[in-house]
Structure formats: C-alpha cells, structure tokens
C-alpha cells in the first residue's frame, strides 16, 4: 500500500471517529449504529453495557440517553495503526453528563478500537470504552429545557472516584423517589403477586427482547391490533414487529392514513374496540394498580375494557408503593419526558388531560403485564 492511500485512510478513520462524537451529542442513535460492521460490537465494561450489531447498538444506546438531562462529549485523537483492511486505535474522551434522578458528574475515559475496510468505508468493528478517571461532584450548570433543574446542587458527590461511580444504568441504585431506576428484584415480586391476585395475568421477564418474542407470542395471527403511543414499545421493537410486518392487521397505520375530519367515527371505533390492544404504562403499583396518563385519551377505551385483550409491556423503573407515588411519577418524571418527545415529534408539549387507574381486571386471560427487570422508556 502507498503513503498517499495510507494517508487517505488515515484522514477516513479519523472522520469516522468524529462522526461517533457528533452522532452522540446528537442524539442520532440511527446514524451512531451505521458507523459499525453489522456485526460490530460496543463494549462498555464499566457501566456495564455490552451491544452486539447495529440493531442493538440503536436501541440499547436509545435506553441509556433516554436517562440523560444533558451529555457534552469531547473526543480527542489517539493513535491510529493500519493492516491492510483493518486497523486499531484510541480515542480519548471527555464527557460530562447529568443523568434524570439528579447524579452528575465528568469522566475521562478511553475508546480501543477496531476499524475494517467495507464497501461503505471504513466502519467501527468493536469500540472497547474504558473509564480512566471519574468526578461525581454535583455541577453547577444546567441544559436548557425540560429536566433542567432535575438535578439537585446539595446533593453530595465523591471527587475522583473508582471507574463505574458514575454509571448510565443506574440498576443498582434504590434512592426514594429515584422515578429512572430499576426497582429491587423482591419489590418486582411482590408487584408481579399484588397484580395477579387483582385479577390480571403477570409475567415477570428479564429484558426487552424477552418482552418482544412474548408479544408476538400471545397475539394471534391476522388479529386486529392497536398500539398505543409508547416510547417502550418503540424502543424495544414491539410497536415495529406489529406496525411493520404482515402477520397482524395493525391499526395505528391505517388510522394514520385516514382522514379526521369525515372519518372521525370510524377512528373512534378502530382503536376503542380493537381485537388485541398494546401499549405501556405510566406507573405499576406494588398493590396491583395500573396507572396510565394520556392526553387525547384515544388509547384509553380499549385499555379499560374495550379491546378483547390487553398487553401492557413495563419496564421495572415503573414500579412504586402506591398510587399516590404513582400519580408523583406520572407529574415529575414521565410528563417531563413525554412533552420534550411531543415537542420535538409535534410541536407542541403534551399534557394529563385524562387519567385511568386500573386497580383490577374482572375478565380472567383478558389483561396481561409483562413486567421486565430491566428499565426501558419513560
């Protein structure tokens, strides 16, 4: 190979790695995948977050910014070797972050990478993030917009900490009130039992994919089926397995096509009546309560009784005592969430115009909560 092409290489890998950095302060979560192999692989040991191929780079990267009030990450040039069609190299990063529950804090760390020659150029085939220095003092500033004054100033804060202090996933953090975190495995439990024993049908699931291969599952095929709007069915897939393919007859599609003003009617009875209704939660209570918020109320019908079966997918960050806590969580954490997405998505913020509890479900096998361990949407 020749100085000139090893040079162009140079400049190419280079450019993929800024490409990284702007796709993550972005929010780009579509594009920062397509900078990896198909079978490309971010490993991120000190979180701990492991993401194998583009699909559950996306997605898995969606869940962990889905828990940030604001990120800023600087990405620095590091060494770069060339072997023919593949090459090694470092980044070094600067990242300073504020998560929802209020934790901050800024980090240096170091990307070890992977890159291979494809017919596309030059893509990432594993990304290795290893955390050399943390600082969890509280930071002074804030982001502009929803979430900004998410964090709390008095909170206390170790300078200097071990690598992983500082942690994305928060899934072992169990603070009062702490509306993103995962709940302990023994209040899991007794949600799962207070739900069965009001009446619904309660499954207690490890993660996301589980949730999606449980769905198509449950459904029949060629069933009429309505998705409510849910950042948790987007997320984990289950709103595209239905929408996207030719196994069910999906109704949010079609009811997007048609026309409000002369076809009112027939909207109202497509998604109020639907065979089978999916959708996600704003809050699970420990006593067997379900709360779920919305602002135009068009999914609320078929989750109080008028579809023939309900599917509620909830990620274990939903889970709280009561229903009072429920109602806080609704108001201080998803409401934020949901008004920043509809802002960005519609224009315009949304809002708790309607409001249903479900405390039991009088129809044995009609209601069913897959309940994850893991935390996924607002």
Do not use: C
Not at 87 to 108: C, H, I, K, P, W
Not at 145 to 167: K, L, M, Q, S, V
């Amino acid at each position: 190979m020749n100085d000139f092409q090893e040079i162009a290489d140079r400049v190419e890998i280079e450019a993929l790695r800024g490409e990284f950095t702007d796709a993550a302060m972005m929010r780009d979560r579509a594009r920062l995948a397509g900078l990896f192999t198909p079978d490309g692989v971010l490993r991120m040991p000190d979180v701990p977050v492991e993401l194998v191929g583009r699909e559950e780079i996306r997605t898995g990267g969606e869940r962990l910014q889905s828990q940030w009030d604001f990120f800023v990450q600087n990405s620095h040039p590091g060494t770069i070797r060339i072997d023919g069609d593949t090459a090694t190299g470092r980044t070094y990063m600067q990242e300073v972050a504020r998560l929802r529950d209020g934790r901050s804090g800024l980090n240096f760390a170091i990307y070890h990478d992977t890159y291979r020659r494809t017919a596309e150029g030059w893509k990432f085939a594993e990304r290795v993030y290893e955390v050399r220095y943390v600082d969890t003092t509280p930071l002074r500033g804030s982001a502009p917009g929803p979430g900004a004054e998410a964090h709390d100033p008095g909170r206390a804060g170790d300078a200097g900490r071990a690598p992983g202090a500082f942690e994305m996933d928060a899934s072992a953090t169990e603070v009062a009130d702490d509306f993103a975190a995962p709940a302990s495995a023994d209040r899991l439990d007794r949600a799962i039992a207070a739900l069965r024993a009001n009446g619904f049908t309660a499954e207690l699931l490890d993660d996301a994919a589980s949730a999606r291969a449980r769905v198509r599952h449950l459904i029949p095929a060629g069933a009429d089926v309505f998705t409510g709007a849910s950042e948790t069915l987007r997320l984990s897939g289950v709103a595209a397995d239905i929408e996207a393919g030719d196994r069910f007859q999906a109704i949010r599609p079609r009811v997007l096509k048609m026309d409000r003003a002369t076809e009112s009617d027939e909207i109202r009875r497509l998604v109020a009546t639907p065979d089978v209704f999916v959708a996600s939660v704003a809050a699970v209570t420990e006593t067997g309560s379900l709360v779920i918020a919305s602002g135009s109320g068009s999914q609320l019908p078929a989750s109080a009784g008028g579809a023939a079966r309900a599917i509620w997918v909830v990620g274990a960050q939903k889970v709280v005592p009561d229903l009072s806590t429920a109602l806080r969580r609704v108001e201080e954490h998803a409401l934020p969430l949901e008004s920043a997405r509809a802002q960005a998505a519609y224009g315009q913020p949304s809002a708790v115009n309607r409001l249903l509890v479900l405390n039991a479900e009088p129809q044995p096998g009609r209601a069913t909560v897959l309940l994850l361990r893991e935390a996924i949407g607002f």
